[in-house]
């Protein structure tokens, strides 16, 4: 139950954090282009949940190095990414819990195909004794 919390507050940060910080950092910093990390954020939470995401991560991060003694406006836009991005790792680390994620997973993973298979049995036999205990 709490994996179902810590998932839930995570998913809510990772959405509307950048929403609500982004143009107040704008604002004080009076640098508009920072508007851009909100999309940037959202990009990375697309894209941790793809297949090649360290490939990606990888060279996001290359090319913030790259850029950073440039303009420091690049390197806040890597760590919106990188905000973003690790956001969603652990959103779906945490929220492997989830019923729906691990029936994704057991596609490819017959382990986890069975464990779902236990869990399903066990809180169907549940509400069968609930139910007949209602009848009585």
């Keep these: 139950m709490l994996r ?4 839930g507050w995570l998913a809510i940060v990772m959405y509307y954090a950048p929403i609500i910080a982004v143009p107040i950092l704008a604002y004080k910093l009076d640098n508009w282009w920072l508007l851009f990390c909100i999309l940037i954020s959202l990009i990375a939470t697309v894209i941790a949940s793809r297949k090649y995401k360290f490939i ?11 850029f950073y003694q440039r303009n420091q406006t690049i390197s806040f836009y890597f ?5 973003g991005f690790f956001c969603m790792i652990l959103y779906r ?7 729906t994620s691990r029936a994704l997973i057991s596609i490819q993973n017959p382990d986890v195909r069975k464990e779902l298979e236990n869990e399903i049995g066990e809180e169907y036999q549940k509400i069968r004794s609930k139910n007949s205990q209602k009848k009585i």
């Design 4 to 7: 179902y919390n810590i998932s």
């Design 93 to 99: 680390i945490i929220g492997l819990g989830d019923k």
């Design 56 to 66: 990606v991560l990888a060279i996001i991060s290359i090319l913030c190095l790259i």
């Design 79 to 83: 760590l919106s990414f990188a905000f």
